[in-house]
């Protein structure tokens, strides 16, 4: 069974290559925010997606198709776009464009075009990473409630309905 025979189509070798790639890249980042199996899986297509993108387009707009590859591994965490998928997951979601810019920062003020990749791969992904993990916390469930939280909340010290706290 082949993807042609599923939908009509199979992309190129490249393509899938460079999915894999952007997916590597990405897979460990929603574990590291503990998001869900949806909210991680929006996380690592919109990266994928991204990369893509920039990977496909970035040559028809500039004669510099070799660096295609680097920009492109470079810029989807600088867009911030990933990031979204934490919105009702995790406190301060737009904390993402924010550590876009500071990535954004550290790429063009610390590496070269010249500089490897990994250390251009690096200054975009540690920023972002740093700010999305230590800056944003996730959600808990709210515990405390109006009248009758003890009632319905606390298991082990069960109280008669209509008792509160002020009567002890």
């Known amino acids: 069974m082949t993807l042609r025979s599923l939908i009509g189509y199979s992309p190129t070798a490249a393509f899938l290559e460079m999915a894999s790639v952007f997916g590597v890249m990405c897979w460990f980042h929603p574990l590291c925010l503990r998001l869900g199996v949806i909210r991680s899986t929006l996380w690592i297509v919109s990266y994928v997606a991204v990369g893509l993108v ?14 295609a590859l680097f920009d492109a591994v470079l810029l989807p965490p600088m867009l911030g776009l990933p990031g979204l998928a934490v919105i009702g997951v995790r406190t301060r979601p737009w904390i993402s464009p924010c550590a876009a810019i500071v990535s954004s ?6 590496w070269r075009s010249e500089g490897s990749l990994i250390t251009g791969a690096l200054l975009a992904n540690v920023p972002y990473a740093a700010l999305m993990i230590y800056g ?23 109280r008669p309905p209509g008792s509160s706290d002020l009567q002890e």
């Open 54 to 67: 920039i990977y496909m387009v970035y040559p028809l707009i500039s004669n510099r198709f070799s660096e």
């Open 105 to 110: 920062i550290a790429v063009f003020a610390f």
């Open 136 to 158: 944003t916390k996730p959600r808990r469930p709210s515990l405390a409630g109006g009248p009758g939280h003890r009632e319905m909340n606390d298991r082990s010290n069960p």
